[in-house]
Protein backbone atom coordinates (compact mmCIF):
# COMPACT_ATOMS: atom_id res chain seq x y z
CA UNK A 1 0.00 0.00 0.00
CA UNK A 2 1.48 3.24 -1.27
CA UNK A 3 2.15 6.12 1.43
CA UNK A 4 -0.76 8.42 -0.25
CA UNK A 5 -2.86 5.45 0.14
CA UNK A 6 -2.29 4.87 3.98
CA UNK A 7 -2.84 9.12 4.31
CA UNK A 8 -6.41 8.76 2.47
CA UNK A 9 -7.15 5.82 4.80
CA UNK A 10 -6.38 7.26 7.95
CA UNK A 11 -7.98 10.56 7.08
CA UNK A 12 -11.18 9.04 5.73
CA UNK A 13 -11.14 6.89 9.16
CA UNK A 14 -10.72 10.03 11.23
CA UNK A 15 -13.47 11.53 9.34
CA UNK A 16 -15.98 8.89 10.09
CA UNK A 17 -14.92 8.62 13.42
CA UNK A 18 -15.69 12.25 14.00
CA UNK A 19 -19.05 12.27 12.17
CA UNK A 20 -20.07 9.24 14.44
CA UNK A 21 -19.43 10.85 17.56
CA UNK A 22 -20.32 14.58 16.88
CA UNK A 23 -23.85 13.06 15.92
CA UNK A 24 -24.21 12.62 19.41
CA UNK A 25 -21.92 15.31 21.15
CA UNK A 26 -24.78 15.63 23.93
CA UNK A 27 -26.23 19.09 23.21
CA UNK A 28 -30.25 19.80 23.46
CA UNK A 29 -32.16 22.30 23.24
CA UNK A 30 -33.48 23.98 26.55
CA UNK A 31 -36.54 24.10 27.66
CA UNK A 32 -37.77 21.00 25.66
CA UNK A 33 -37.13 18.06 27.88
CA UNK A 34 -38.46 16.93 31.55
CA UNK A 35 -37.26 15.25 34.16
CA UNK A 36 -40.63 15.41 35.73
CA UNK A 37 -42.38 11.38 36.15
CA UNK A 38 -44.04 10.41 32.66
CA UNK A 39 -47.37 9.62 34.36
CA UNK A 40 -47.77 13.54 35.24
CA UNK A 41 -49.78 14.63 32.76
CA UNK A 42 -52.35 17.13 34.62
CA UNK A 43 -51.03 20.00 36.35
CA UNK A 44 -52.36 21.91 38.82
CA UNK A 45 -51.35 25.93 39.25
CA UNK A 46 -54.36 27.28 41.87
CA UNK A 47 -54.18 31.17 42.05
CA UNK A 48 -50.38 32.53 43.78
CA UNK A 49 -51.22 33.08 47.11
CA UNK A 50 -50.06 37.34 47.48
CA UNK A 51 -48.83 37.90 50.68
CA UNK A 52 -47.78 41.28 50.05
CA UNK A 53 -49.31 45.05 49.63
CA UNK A 54 -49.49 45.40 46.10
CA UNK A 55 -53.01 44.83 44.50
CA UNK A 56 -53.46 42.05 41.28
CA UNK A 57 -50.00 40.75 41.73
CA UNK A 58 -50.56 37.53 42.18
CA UNK A 59 -53.53 36.99 39.30
CA UNK A 60 -50.88 38.21 36.63
CA UNK A 61 -48.24 35.78 37.70
CA UNK A 62 -50.47 32.67 38.05
CA UNK A 63 -51.84 33.71 34.84
CA UNK A 64 -48.29 33.85 33.21
CA UNK A 65 -46.89 30.78 35.22
CA UNK A 66 -50.18 28.27 33.38
CA UNK A 67 -49.01 30.30 30.03
CA UNK A 68 -45.36 29.32 30.51
CA UNK A 69 -46.32 25.94 31.28
CA UNK A 70 -49.05 25.73 28.27
CA UNK A 71 -46.31 26.75 25.98
CA UNK A 72 -44.82 23.70 26.73
CA UNK A 73 -47.00 21.83 25.21
CA UNK A 74 -46.84 18.50 27.75
CA UNK A 75 -49.16 19.23 29.94
CA UNK A 76 -53.04 19.89 30.30
CA UNK A 77 -53.40 22.74 33.00
CA UNK A 78 -56.32 23.05 35.87
CA UNK A 79 -56.64 25.66 38.27
CA UNK A 80 -57.37 23.36 41.38
CA UNK A 81 -55.95 19.98 43.03
CA UNK A 82 -58.42 17.71 42.13
CA UNK A 83 -57.73 15.16 39.92
CA UNK A 84 -54.72 16.53 39.29
CA UNK A 85 -50.97 14.49 39.22
CA UNK A 86 -49.29 17.25 40.32
CA UNK A 87 -49.94 20.93 42.12
CA UNK A 88 -47.46 24.03 42.14
CA UNK A 89 -48.32 25.98 45.20
CA UNK A 90 -46.62 29.42 44.98
CA UNK A 91 -46.63 32.27 46.81
CA UNK A 92 -45.55 35.77 46.52
CA UNK A 93 -43.89 36.43 49.83
CA UNK A 94 -42.36 39.78 49.04
CA UNK A 95 -42.40 43.11 46.58
CA UNK A 96 -39.99 45.95 47.00
CA UNK A 97 -39.75 49.04 45.09
CA UNK A 98 -36.98 51.21 45.69
CA UNK A 99 -35.68 54.30 43.05
CA UNK A 100 -32.37 53.28 41.13
CA UNK A 101 -31.76 56.93 39.33
CA UNK A 102 -32.50 60.33 40.02
CA UNK A 103 -33.67 62.67 36.80
CA UNK A 104 -33.22 66.00 36.75
CA UNK A 105 -35.63 67.35 38.90
CA UNK A 106 -34.07 65.01 41.93
CA UNK A 107 -37.32 62.69 40.94
CA UNK A 108 -36.88 59.24 40.56
CA UNK A 109 -36.48 58.11 36.67
CA UNK A 110 -35.92 54.31 37.52
CA UNK A 111 -36.58 52.12 39.91
CA UNK A 112 -35.52 48.81 40.91
CA UNK A 113 -37.76 45.39 41.45
CA UNK A 114 -37.21 42.87 43.58
CA UNK A 115 -39.62 39.88 43.52
CA UNK A 116 -39.73 36.64 46.60
CA UNK A 117 -41.37 33.98 45.57
CA UNK A 118 -41.60 30.99 46.95
CA UNK A 119 -43.14 27.66 45.59
CA UNK A 120 -43.43 24.07 46.05
CA UNK A 121 -44.04 20.98 42.84
CA UNK A 122 -45.26 17.87 44.41
CA UNK A 123 -47.05 14.58 43.05
CA UNK A 124 -50.41 14.48 44.01
CA UNK A 125 -50.39 10.80 44.29
CA UNK A 126 -47.68 10.18 46.50
CA UNK A 127 -47.20 13.85 48.29
CA UNK A 128 -43.63 13.87 47.12
CA UNK A 129 -41.92 17.01 46.73
CA UNK A 130 -40.50 17.49 43.29
CA UNK A 131 -38.99 20.87 43.34
CA UNK A 132 -38.99 23.47 45.63
CA UNK A 133 -37.75 26.94 46.54
CA UNK A 134 -38.67 29.30 49.60
CA UNK A 135 -36.07 32.00 48.16
CA UNK A 136 -36.45 32.69 44.18
CA UNK A 137 -35.21 36.43 44.16
CA UNK A 138 -35.92 38.49 40.84
CA UNK A 139 -34.78 41.86 40.12
CA UNK A 140 -34.94 44.30 37.45
CA UNK A 141 -34.58 47.78 36.76
CA UNK A 142 -37.09 49.36 35.15
CA UNK A 143 -37.46 53.42 33.60
CA UNK A 144 -40.85 55.66 34.32
CA UNK A 145 -42.42 56.30 31.47
CA UNK A 146 -43.97 59.72 32.28
CA UNK A 147 -42.01 63.11 32.49
CA UNK A 148 -40.88 63.50 36.14
CA UNK A 149 -42.64 67.05 36.53
CA UNK A 150 -45.62 64.60 35.47
CA UNK A 151 -45.61 62.08 37.72
CA UNK A 152 -48.81 61.46 39.87
CA UNK A 153 -50.17 58.20 42.21
CA UNK A 154 -51.74 56.78 38.86
CA UNK A 155 -48.97 57.03 36.85
CA UNK A 156 -46.69 55.37 39.39
CA UNK A 157 -49.14 52.75 40.18
CA UNK A 158 -49.74 52.21 36.20
CA UNK A 159 -45.59 51.91 36.02
CA UNK A 160 -45.40 49.55 38.46
CA UNK A 161 -48.42 47.60 36.76
CA UNK A 162 -46.51 47.35 33.53
CA UNK A 163 -42.67 46.63 35.51
CA UNK A 164 -44.52 43.80 37.22
CA UNK A 165 -45.93 42.15 34.33
CA UNK A 166 -42.67 42.63 32.42
CA UNK A 167 -40.79 40.61 35.91
CA UNK A 168 -43.42 38.28 35.84
CA UNK A 169 -42.89 36.77 32.46
CA UNK A 170 -39.18 35.79 33.61
CA UNK A 171 -40.34 34.72 36.82
CA UNK A 172 -42.81 32.27 35.28
CA UNK A 173 -39.97 31.07 32.94
CA UNK A 174 -37.60 30.67 35.59
CA UNK A 175 -39.66 28.67 37.57
CA UNK A 176 -41.12 26.22 34.94
CA UNK A 177 -38.44 25.71 33.59
CA UNK A 178 -36.42 24.59 37.26
CA UNK A 179 -39.43 22.38 37.27
CA UNK A 180 -39.11 20.98 34.34
CA UNK A 181 -35.38 20.22 34.23
CA UNK A 182 -34.50 19.50 37.48
CA UNK A 183 -32.78 22.62 38.79
Not at 14 to 20: K, T
Not at 38 to 50: E, F
Not at 83 to 106: C, S
Not at 133 to 147: C, G, I, P, S
Request: hydrophobic letters at 45%.
Amino acid sequence: MSRSSRRSLVLGAVAGWLAVTSSGCGYALAGRGTFLPADIKTVAIPPIDNKTTFYRTEQVLTEKVRAEFIGRGKYKIVPDAAGADAVLNAELANIIVQPAALGANQLASRYLFTVVIRAKFTDTRSNEVLWSNDQLVFREEYELTAAPAAVEGATFLDTQGTAFDRISTDIARTVVTAILEAF
